[in-house]
């Protein structure tokens, strides 16, 4: 029995992380969240246990019961029972919602289909519309319905794309296309999230989906560049990250080895940013062109019995494609820049 407790503690836990406690308005939905803040639920369930003896019929305080409870089935009772007993359309809505994330997290996805089918029926106009039709397109692909997930999340692209669900489905239709192993368009969707959604709580997630998906196309370099970008931003480790590292490391590693085996064959061109006295500021430069993604080098050359440190950008087999990246990172870091001979 202890073992049952625990595990659902920890399913509601995750629930809790994935789906915050939104209460706001209502003296109950206050007096709720403050055991919240102070970190108290078995506080909160005593008290709305109070309350419901007091008035067995309660719908608020089911609703917020079937929250906090730390049983999975004690909720899901609650949840219901509160529909049952909801006076307008949105407190329908919003208990019907928290069943089907119930459903969701419990991995009963056909069950979720089914909820999430006659939400959208009952409420089409609620303002938890999005966040439904996300948990519908999100059970569709899990469960292999690859086409179905995709029109939903376009919806919530199309209807609601000031939602906060509207980055969520950006994720999904990424998603959509790496579970097809389509790649190319996989990157195009990852991309567009961290470009125009980059405060959202998906970042993350598209950060390592889109390093795995530049991984599998070969593109180590990108594939490093975001990985970084979501060590930096983002201490937590998720499954698999050890797996893409290792991966993206062989495939540098090999690049490498490429690199100077063509190196040896042809004669090689570079962009030369600029000669320092000091390592450090060569360093500094070199890191800046870095964070931009491209392959910046440092080179040791020695001058009037003068050592100096060069900062090079990208290595090239002919002069023209040099001149050309030349006349671009002149124009992006607005400097003035030569290409030379290896």
């Not at 078995?42 to 917020?64: G, I, W």
């Not at 969520?168 to 195009?188: N, Q």
Request: some cysteine; charged content about 30%; hydrophobic content about 40%.
């Amino acid at each position: 029995m202890k073992q049952k407790q625990s595990s659902c503690l920890i399913f509601w836990l995750i629930f809790l992380v994935l789906f915050p406690l939104n209460v706001v308005g209502s003296e109950l939905g206050q007096k709720i969240k403050a055991y919240f803040r102070e970190n108290d639920l078995e506080a909160a369930r005593e008290f709305l246990f109070q309350r419901l003896e007091s008035n067995p019929d309660d719908r608020e305080a089911k609703f917020f019961l079937g929250k906090v409870h730390f049983d999975g089935d004690s909720s899901l009772k609650y949840l219901s029972e509160s529909t049952d007993l909801a006076q307008n359309g949105e407190e329908s809505a919003e208990a019907l919602l928290w069943m089907c994330k119930y459903s969701f997290l419990n991995a009963s996805y056909p069950i979720t289909l089914e909820q999430t089918k006659e939400f959208e029926k009952r409420f089409e106009q609620s303002v938890f519309l999005p966040e439904a039709v996300w948990l519908s397109g999100s059970s569709y692909l899990v469960t292999g319905y690859r086409a179905q997930a995709q029109s939903k999340f376009e919806r919530i692209l199309e209807e609601f794309p000031q939602s906060e669900w509207a980055a969520w489905a950006v994720l999904g239709l990424g998603d959509c296309f790496f579970s097809k192993r389509e790649f190319e368009p996989a990157i195009i969707q990852y991309k567009k999230l961290v470009d125009f959604y980059g405060d959202s709580d998906p970042l993350p997630l598209a950060l390592i989906s889109l390093s795995w998906s530049l991984a599998e196309t070969k593109d180590a370099e990108k594939a490093y560049f975001y990985y970084n970008i979501y060590k930096d931003r983002f201490s937590s480790q998720i499954v698999g990250e050890q797996e893409l590292l290792a991966k993206i490391r062989t495939q540098l590693s090999e690049k490498i080895k490429k690199d100077e085996e063509q190196r040896k064959k042809a004669a090689e061109y570079t962009i030369q940013i600029g000669l320092f006295s000091t390592k450090a500021q060569a360093d500094g430069e070199l890191r800046r062109f870095q964070a931009q993604g491209y392959t910046a080098m440092l080179a040791e050359v020695k001058k009037d019995q003068q050592v100096l440190w060069r900062v090079e950008v990208g290595i090239f087999d002919s002069q023209k494609r040099a001149e050309n990246l030349k006349t671009k990172l002149e124009k992006q870091f607005g400097g003035i820049y030569k290409v030379i001979a290896r």
